[in-house]
């Protein structure tokens, strides 16, 4: 029996196992086969709090890793498959085969980016394709850049880049934008903000970083390509909940719902990061709702055995 089993091994559930280690729970982190959460998938992270000359993602995720190994996380290589919270002790299953019940859960399995499925989409990713504008802009300082959405994601993106870049490039693949009316008439109004409507990316060019893009028109099928030194792609993200559907109270995009901190509608349920974030989504946010969550399971847990 665990007193409490983190499912994530991102900026969240590290931080969540630094916390209760620390505190003598002695936490089992499930870290999955790949390992570190999104940031394992960047390069330079410069503005994480305490390298005053920046850190490699997969570094960083390395660092927090050894930290929460050293105060005596345990830490589990393997896919959940299956999870029960329908009553304590809760069932959480690996890879379909080992089961493990704890007193507490504490999710932290983070969200994921939407792709477009191109050719060249992952292999540039981290060298000039991006999916956090706030993350990677300022390397771009200079540059033009092309965002792909219309939603209100795609238009902060592109507002955001502007403080960087000599022009921003809004693709588009319908005529008129999704986002609300005040996000458009932003962009609307910005000089270095262009769009490209009725327009949908089908490869991403570069050898080694990205030098370009190679465009198609929806309604005419032309094609064209166009330079530019990043592409930032804002059409959305998808909280990794499937597991949790019919256990968990969600909102409509799957985002956990949580409550007095971390708390999730399971008693002794907790959630952390981007799984429950879809407002911030930076690793120092998920850091720290790690930290919360950490406090609400000891807390949980003393009130209990009172």
């Not at 394709?129 to 965002?147: I, Q």
Request: glycine share 10%; hydrophobic share 40%; charged share 20%.
């Amino acid at each position: 029996m665990q007193n409490v089993v983190i499912i994530g091994s991102g900026p969240a559930g590290l931080t969540a196992a630094i916390y209760t280690a620390r505190a003598n729970l002695s936490p089992l982190l499930i870290e999955g086969w790949q390992s570190g959460g999104q940031l394992t998938t960047t390069t330079d992270v410069e503005n994480y709090p305490g390298f005053p000359k920046g850190i490699m993602g997969p570094e960083l995720m390395k660092e927090m890793r050894a930290q929460a190994e050293r105060f005596g996380s345990e830490f589990v290589t393997g896919d959940v498959t299956a999870v029960d919270f329908t009553q304590p002790p809760f069932s959480i299953t690996i890879d379909g085969e080992r089961a493990i019940h704890t007193k507490t859960v504490i999710l932290a399995t983070g969200a994921s980016a939407i792709q477009m499925g191109l050719p060249n989409e992952k292999r540039l990713t981290g060298h000039g394709v991006s999916t956090c504008a706030t993350c990677d802009g300022f390397f771009f300082r200079g540059k033009e850049l092309l965002v792909v959405g219309g939603g209100d994601s795609a238009i902060e993106e592109a507002t955001f880049l502007t403080k960087f870049a000599t022009n921003v490039s809004i693709v588009h693949r319908r005529d008129k934008l999704r986002a609300s009316k005040i996000m458009q008439q932003r962009a609307m109004n910005n000089e270095k903000i262009a769009f490209v409507w009725n327009t949908v990316v089908e490869d991403i060019l570069g050898s080694e970083v990205v030098t370009g893009v190679r465009l198609k028109n929806i309604v005419t099928g032309k094609t064209m390509e166009r330079s530019c030194a990043g592409v930032f792609v804002a059409i959305g993200h998808r909280p990794n909940t499937t597991l949790f559907t019919g256990q968990l109270d969600m909102d409509e995009k799957g985002y956990i719902r949580t409550h007095q901190g971390t708390a999730t509608s399971v008693p002794g349920v907790f959630a952390a990061g981007d799984v429950q974030d879809s407002h911030y989504r930076q690793a120092i946010t998920a850091a720290g709702t790690g930290c919360m969550a950490a406090i609400d399971v000891e807390r949980f847990l003393e009130a209990n055995e009172k």
